[in-house]
């Protein structure tokens, strides 16, 4: 049986939700939307923050075992600053990846679970080679390590599943291609003032807004997980303009210029030009 058809399976084992709900729902409590939430989320990044910050766990683990195996006695002091540097990084990058793990749902979430067991399993048992390398016990610290580098080994495999076949992560809009011509949605009579519509135009679904006098035009789709954004929550009255939160996990983007005001989303929305020419209401992006 292929790593894919197995992680297929631990996507259909439903009593991972009984410690996946409960999970998330800390989670959520812990990190509510808010400054927090934008920080692990990466909304200031551009993407999610957790990939970035995997690079230093795994590079100071992989390090600490390769000393271990090849570096000698000589080897030993760096080998465990790397590992001890491993496991006090694993503390930020496990907040982010909860953060964004806590947003998904169904047979993600219980990846998400079983990726997050296999690292922390991994960070103990890099604990346990600390602990024996300070004891001056080498091939304890070795095996220790090599256990560990295996274990999390299957997380980062599972990490890679939920990026890479799930899509978790993935900005929702990146296949819309729409001319870069001006296009013709609706006439401007039928877009009342503080009632959003969408359209299709050239496959792409595009939120249509009006307020004031002014009209705006953003895909409808949240970059962050596909939610519905005309769904969602219309506010004309804050620091950033007029702006609209998503449905799913209140994501919040300017209607103005697509720009992220809070996470989630970490990638903004992609916005349009628009204008009303002989009555009809026409679009093109920027």
């Not at 620091?239 to 005001?261: K, M, N, R």
Request: include cysteine.
């Amino acid at each position: 049986m292929s790593m894919h058809n197995l992680v297929v399976r631990v996507e259909r084992i439903e009593a991972l939700d009984g410690i996946a709900k409960p999970l998330g729902d800390a989670v959520k409590k812990v990190v509510p939307a808010g400054r927090l939430k934008d920080l692990l989320s990466g909304t200031w990044l551009g993407h999610s923050v957790h990939p970035l910050l995997t690079d230093i766990p795994i590079g100071s683990f992989t390090s600490a075992t390769l000393l271990d195996l090849v570096g000698g006695r000589r080897g030993q002091p760096a080998a465990n600053l790397l590992a001890t540097v491993g496991v006090l990084a694993a503390a930020p990058t496990a907040a982010a990846g909860l953060a964004d793990w806590s947003d998904t749902d169904g047979p993600g979430r219980r990846v998400g679970v079983v990726h997050a067991a296999a690292n922390l399993v991994g960070i103990a048992f890099y604990g346990a080679s600390i602990s024996a390398r300070r004891r001056g016990n080498r091939f304890s610290a070795t095996a220790f390590g090599l256990m560990g580098m295996g274990t999390m080994s299957i997380g980062g495999y599972l990490g890679g599943h939920l990026t890479l076949v799930r899509g978790i992560g993935v900005n929702k809009t990146l296949m819309e291609e729409p001319s870069e011509n001006w296009m013709p949605t609706i006439t401007d009579d039928e877009l009342v003032d503080g009632k959003p519509q969408v359209v299709t135009v050239a496959e792409v679904p595009i939120l249509l807004y009006k307020s004031g006098g002014n009209r705006y035009a953003l895909s409808n789709r949240c970059t962050h997980a596909g939610g519905p954004l005309n769904e969602g929550e219309f506010d004309e009255s804050t620091e950033a303009g007029p702006c609209v939160t998503c449905p799913w996990h209140q994501s919040v983007f300017s209607l103005g210029d697509g720009s992220v005001v809070h996470g989630p989303a970490a990638v903004p929305e992609p916005s349009y030009d628009v204008r009303v020419s002989d009555g009809m209401i026409e679009v093109r992006p920027r």
